[in-house]
């Protein structure tokens, strides 16, 4: 099965997290193979998900990925005033 960067997108937390079935993450690895964004996504949420697990687990809401880059920007241009 072919699955696009949103799909992707949709179950990358579980996928860091181990609790995507089989064949989805066959199906996941072969699009990140292939796909420099998804690559990338996949990275920073796996960054944002240790920071988040040194104390505590948190639940990622669907859509978490939009409102995370927003928030990374503002964060950048808060510690980067120049
Ligand atoms: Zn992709």
Not at 51 to 71: I, K, N, Q, W
Request: glycine share 4%.
């Amino acid at each position: 099965m072919k699955i696009d960067c949103k799909h992707v997108w949709e179950h990358i937390s579980a996928y860091i997290d181990g609790e995507v079935d089989a064949a989805l993450r066959a199906d996941i690895d072969k699009h990140l193979e292939t796909c420099e964004i998804c690559s990338a996504v996949l990275d920073s949420t796996r960054n944002v998900v240790v920071l988040m697990a040194d104390d505590r687990v948190f639940e990622l809401p669907a859509g978490y990925s939009e409102r995370l880059h927003a928030r990374l920007d503002r964060e950048l241009d808060l510690k980067d005033p120049g």
